[in-house]
């Protein structure tokens, strides 16, 4: 591949911002070389016509004169080749001339001689012009070609601050083409106050020299064209060609470095809150273990006295052998809550399983409403019999219902009626539905809008993180969750679980 046919190959930078075309020569080569031989032909042409006009006056005199201009223009403009050719049809139509008014001598021959000479030289130098010339398109164009594919938006501005050459980077980040920026004040990408004060930054180091922003990068504000402005991070370089002073501006938008670092810190005290509830959780394990083994003793030793008592006729003891029995039931009922417990806090792998979402429903209700009836909850599971098997880590939706269940009865705590609802359907695309239905408090506007992001609360000791680990568990299970106002007051949460088919089930099983 020759200069002449240098184009930047390039249609996509590594940012993904389109690379303007840097053709240096014209991407059709044959008709590059026509359009400089047309010109030689053509001036020559013109020379030969305008010495032809001339030549009632003029006669024999000096009839190379007219056409040394086509040569050098030739040459010039097209480099060695087209030069030679100029030269060459040159001394043939001279000396047509020449023979019309006379006898051709030596001396004529010498000048014919001294012409091609000429030519030959000013062709060569034509050639060396068309070469440089081309050098420094390619290399402008190279230089064009890696500032449009650097990330950073690239902008010139001279030392009155106009802008120069603005980058396929800048268009994107800005919104103005280049056109439209070229030209103007670089103030127009800058919101106020710097919009105002720019000027008189670039006067004040024009007077005293002494930098700020060169050399060294800084945090600025920017605006686009459609006024909206984003921080960037903006770092100045100053260079000077043939005694004018240029700066060339690099700015990276910092609107997504902020965001990131903002979800960074996000994510950070979500996962401090989230050791700590692990450690909550490793304590709670190990009380439920410590508090088992006492439980099992005072329902054994309970039912051992009740036995004592069997075979007493007096009637009191009958009353004290009931109250044995429900004390020993309910020890046994607070044994069953706490291993349930430990189970559900335990440090475990994920691992997902055909369960019964009726049975699921079942447990997690019986952990989350564990004073719930004292607080005068009424409960209605509805369990549609069409859908059953889910594919699901138990625990993990345990959690998410405990979770629901338990947020459903705090929000009734004020409400004169407390009813709660747990409800399975089908829906479509093979998903079930599980609604939990409260006749509580609502949830107001304000809420609505962050209810599943991390550390929204209204409670004064919530956390929370309960709706938000719900959304990330259903997410992760394949389906969706969400809230509505229950129709007659209240709220409803739905979400959905990939079902399993009984053909699927007994496949599996298989
Ligand atoms: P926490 O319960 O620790 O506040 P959650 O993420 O579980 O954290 O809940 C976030 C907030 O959503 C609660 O503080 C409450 O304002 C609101 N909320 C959740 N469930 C209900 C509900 N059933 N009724 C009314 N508000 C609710």
Same mark, same amino acid.
């Given at each position: 591949?020759?200069?002449?046919?240098?184009?930047?190959?390039?249609?996509?930078?590594?940012?993904?911002?389109?690379?303007?075309?840097?053709?240096?020569?014209?991407?059709?080569?044959?008709?590059?070389?026509?359009?400089?031989?047309?010109?030689?032909?053509?001036?020559?042409?013109?020379?030969?016509?305008?010495?032809?006009?001339?030549?009632?006056?003029?006669?024999?005199?000096?009839?190379?004169?007219?056409?040394?201009?086509?040569?050098?223009?030739?040459?010039?403009?097209?480099?060695?080749?087209?030069?030679?050719?100029?030269?060459?049809?040159?001394?043939? &139509?001279?000396?047509?001339?020449?023979?019309?008014?006379?006898?051709?001598?030596?001396?004529?021959?010498?000048?014919?001689?001294?012409?091609?000479?000429?030519?030959?030289?000013?062709?060569?130098?034509?050639?060396?012009?068309?070469?440089?010339?081309?050098?420094?398109?390619?290399?402008?164009?190279?230089?064009?070609?890696?500032?449009?594919?650097?990330?950073?938006?690239?902008?010139?501005?001279?030392?009155?601050?106009?802008?120069?050459?603005?980058?396929?980077?800048?268009?994107? @980040?800005?919104?103005?083409?280049?056109?439209?920026?070229?030209?103007?004040?670089?103030?127009?990408?800058?919101?106020?106050?710097?919009?105002?004060?720019?000027?008189?930054?670039?006067?004040?180091?024009?007077?005293?020299?002494?930098?700020?922003?060169?050399?060294?990068?800084?945090?600025?504000?920017?605006?686009?064209?459609?006024?909206?402005?984003?921080?960037?991070?903006?770092?100045?370089?100053?260079?000077?060609?043939?005694?004018?002073?240029?700066?060339?501006?690099?700015?990276?938008?910092?609107?997504?470095?902020?965001?990131?670092?903002?979800?960074?810190?996000?994510?950070?005290?979500?996962?401090?809150?989230?050791?700590?509830?692990?450690?909550?959780?490793?304590?709670?394990?190990?009380?439920?273990?410590?508090?088992?083994?006492?439980?099992?003793?005072?329902?054994?030793?309970?039912?051992?006295?009740?036995?004592? &008592?069997?075979?007493?006729?007096?009637?009191?003891?009958?009353?004290?052998?009931?109250?044995?029995?429900?004390?020993?039931?309910?020890?046994?009922?607070?044994?069953?809550?706490?291993?349930?417990?430990?189970?559900?806090?335990?440090?475990?792998?994920?691992?997902?399983?055909?369960?019964?979402?009726?049975?699921?429903?079942?447990?997690?209700?019986?952990?989350? &409403?564990?004073?719930?009836?004292?607080?005068?909850?009424?409960?209605?599971?509805?369990?549609?019999?069409?859908?059953?098997?889910?594919?699901?880590?138990?625990?993990?939706?345990?959690?998410?219902?405990?979770?629901?269940?338990?947020?459903?009865?705090?929000?009734?705590?004020?409400?004169?009626?407390?009813?709660?609802?747990?409800?399975?359907?089908?829906?479509?695309?093979? @998903?079930?539905?599980?609604?939990?239905?409260?006749?509580?408090?609502?949830?107001?506007?304000? @809420?609505?809008?962050?209810?599943?992001?991390?550390?929204?609360?209204?409670?004064?000791?919530?956390?929370?993180?309960?709706?938000?680990?719900?959304?990330?568990?259903?997410?992760?299970?394949?389906?969706?969750?969400?809230?509505?106002?229950?129709?007659?007051?209240?709220?409803?949460?739905?979400?959905?679980?990939?079902?399993?088919?009984?053909?699927?089930?007994?496949?599996?099983?298989?």
């Amino acid at each position: 591949m020759g200069k002449e046919d240098f184009l930047v190959n390039l249609s996509m930078g590594s940012n993904g911002v389109p690379v303007r075309d840097r053709s240096v020569e014209t991407a059709h080569p044959r008709r590059e070389v026509a359009l400089r031989y047309g010109i030689a032909v053509a001036a020559v042409a013109v020379a030969f016509i305008a010495r032809f006009v001339l030549a009632s006056i003029l006669k024999d005199q000096a009839p190379y004169l007219f056409l040394l201009p086509a040569v050098l223009l030739a040459a010039g403009v097209g480099g060695f080749g087209p030069g030679i050719l100029a030269t060459c049809s040159s001394v043939p &139509l001279v000396f047509i001339f020449i023979a019309n008014y006379g006898a051709v001598g030596w001396s004529e021959v010498v000048n014919g001689a001294v012409f091609v000479l000429i030519g030959v030289g000013t062709a060569w130098i034509g050639e060396r012009l068309r070469q440089a010339r081309i050098l420094a398109l390619t290399r402008e164009a190279h230089l064009q070609s890696i500032i449009d594919i650097v990330p950073e938006a690239t902008i010139v501005i001279d030392g009155h601050g106009i802008i120069q050459s603005f980058s396929a980077t800048a268009e994107q @980040m800005f919104g103005y083409t280049a056109a439209e920026a070229i030209g103007n004040n670089v103030t127009l990408l800058m919101p106020s106050p710097y919009r105002e004060e720019h000027d008189g930054y670039i006067k004040r180091y024009r007077d005293t020299g002494v930098q700020r922003v060169i050399g060294t990068g800084r945090m600025a504000a920017a605006q686009r064209k459609d006024g909206s402005t984003f921080p960037m991070e903006l770092a100045v370089g100053e260079i000077w060609s043939a005694s004018q002073r240029f700066f060339t501006g690099f700015i990276r938008d910092l609107t997504e470095r902020q965001g990131t670092e903002a979800r960074l810190q996000e994510l950070q005290s979500e996962l401090a809150h989230v050791s700590r509830l692990t450690e909550m959780g490793g304590m709670a394990s190990a009380i439920a273990h410590e508090l088992n083994q006492p439980l099992a003793a005072i329902a054994n030793y309970l039912k051992g006295s009740r036995r004592l &008592l069997d075979g007493s006729t007096d009637e009191r003891l009958a009353i004290l052998r009931d109250a044995m029995d429900s004390a020993a039931d309910q020890a046994l009922r607070a044994g069953q809550i706490i291993r349930r417990m430990r189970e559900f806090v335990s440090r475990r792998e994920s691992e997902r399983q055909i369960q019964s979402i009726a049975k699921l429903v079942e447990e997690a209700s019986a952990l989350a &409403l564990v004073g719930a009836k004292d607080r005068g909850v009424g409960v209605t599971f509805e369990f549609d019999p069409r859908v059953n098997l889910i594919l699901a880590d138990k625990v993990q939706i345990q959690q998410v219902l405990v979770n629901l269940i338990r947020n459903a009865v705090e929000a009734m705590e004020e409400s004169s009626e407390r009813s709660l609802t747990v409800r399975t359907t089908p829906a479509d695309n093979m @998903m079930i539905v599980v609604q939990v239905d409260d006749s509580g408090s609502g949830i107001s506007e304000e @809420m609505a809008t962050k209810l599943f992001q991390p550390f929204a609360t209204t409670k004064p000791h919530g956390m929370g993180v309960g709706l938000s680990i719900s959304r990330t568990i259903v997410e992760a299970h394949g389906g969706q969750i969400k809230a509505e106002p229950r129709p007659g007051g209240g709220t409803r949460f739905r979400f959905t679980l990939p079902a399993v088919t009984e053909e699927e089930f007994t496949d599996a099983r298989r």
